[in-house]
């Protein structure tokens, strides 16, 4: 009997022969995105069972179009994005790589991001879409930019801040500065305290709002917001973001994450 060829070859094979579907595709560039996200998150965001979602996140890592990580022992593992599963999705962000210094940050601004999308029906940009965006306008040497961005199908932008520290009193100072000068509709700032909340409300900009992190509990005596600025008409603007915080208001929906 004739023997088979080279069988060290088979798994290479087989791995050029899957064709990855366009959900596969979203999900490659969606972790990308938010650098990395854990089988909870990707299941929460693409609306699957856990389970399904691991068995495919682990069919693309099988692929090497995923990384798994296990950072820490007592939290759940991590994907990430690898040089392949970017090329497969035609990604034009690079891969990322894990700073453990905004590890805990990172996961959760994925959180916030989900229920966000989910409760408002904007769509996210995140911050690495911004800066990437940034240096594809030409821009320069770029200032500030939020941790994710509300767009929203009309138009209105909202940028949001997860902030579980305080900054330096001259950074949150200039970043203050840099929203008033924005173009963006609001700025919603999500906290984890009641001492980083007053910090931010002492700025007394309109634009600002701020919230508790994770019950999204509003901080009522901020000033009513104004739309600076406006991208669209007075009218069209105070509506869209009247359908953005009517979110905040129905607690007894389901958090989305």
Not at 15 to 37: F, P, Y
Not at 51 to 71: F, I, M
Not at 231 to 249: S, V
Request: aromatic share 8%; charged share 30%.
């Amino acid at each position: 009997m004739r023997k088979s060829g080279n069988t060290a070859d088979e798994p290479e094979k087989k791995k050029k022969c899957v064709r990855l579907t366009e959900r596969d595709l979203q999900m490659i560039r969606w972790i990308n995105g938010h650098r990395v996200a854990t089988a909870e998150q990707v299941a929460n965001k693409f609306g699957l069972s856990t389970p399904t979602a691991k068995r495919r996140l682990y069919g693309l890592k099988s692929l090497d179009c995923l990384v798994y990580e296990k950072v820490f022992q007592d939290k759940p593992g991590v994907f990430r994005a690898a040089a392949r599963g970017i090329a497969a999705a035609g990604d034009s962000l690079p891969a990322a790589r894990i700073v453990l210094g905004s590890y805990e940050h990172d996961l959760q601004l994925v959180d916030l991001a989900v229920t966000l999308e989910h409760r408002t029906g904007a769509q996210w940009q995140t911050d690495r879409q911004i800066r990437h965006e940034k240096g594809l306008k030409g821009v320069g040497t770029p200032g500030h930019s939020p941790d994710g961005v509300l767009v929203f199908p009309g138009g209105a932008r909202i940028a949001v801040e997860l902030e579980l520290s305080p900054k330096g009193a001259g950074k949150i100072e200039k970043i203050f500065m840099e929203y008033a000068g924005s173009q963006y509709q609001e700025v919603w700032y999500f906290v984890n305290c009641d001492y980083l909340a007053a910090r931010i409300r002492s700025a007394a900009l309109s634009l600002l709002k701020v919230f508790s992190w994770p019950d999204l509990k509003e901080y009522k005596d901020l000033s009513r917001p104004t739309a600076a600025k406006a991208l669209l008409g007075p009218a069209a603007i105070e509506e869209e973001l009247k359908t953005a915080r009517d979110f905040f208001r129905r607690r007894g929906c389901e958090t989305g994450v």
